[in-house]
């Protein structure tokens, strides 16, 4: 069982930057992947940014550019730089390990950008 703890998230404004931290109840260094995805008000859950245990990253086509997504194998914590905000970027943002075929969710952090 792998539990997944978010934080970071807040209020900021348009062009201003947050970085949220996804900290894991197990060693990470050989967990499939490990990635954030978020979910806006009526909308379905999204994939935002995912990193594999080599290290490989992939992002959303939306935050490509604007976002940094990076593991501290050490700390068994994941990190989501998001700079550049936009108000569009408002949701609620989850970190997801998927092991095994098992897929385990963080609680969500809120994050909110002001136009």
């Known amino acids: 069982q792998v539990q997944l703890v978010e934080s970071g998230g807040g209020l900021v404004q348009a062009g201003g930057s947050l970085r949220l931290s996804c900290a894991a109840s197990?060693?990470?260094?050989?967990?499939?992947?490990m990635g954030w995805y978020h979910q806006a008000p009526g909308k379905q859950r999204e994939l935002v940014a995912v990193?594999?245990?080599?290290?490989?990253?992939n992002y959303a086509d939306s935050v490509e550019g604007r976002f940094t997504l990076s593991r501290d194998n050490a700390k068994n914590t994941v990190y989501l730089q998001m700079n550049s905000l936009k108000p569009e970027d408002t949701a609620v943002y989850y970190c997801?390990?998927?092991?095994?075929?098992?897929?385990?969710w963080g609680q969500g952090t809120q994050v909110t950008v002001s136009s």
């Open positions: 197990v060693s990470i260094f050989s967990i499939t992947s």
């Open positions: 997801n390990a998927a092991d095994w075929g098992k897929t385990y």
């Open positions: 990193i594999t245990r080599g290290g490989r990253t």
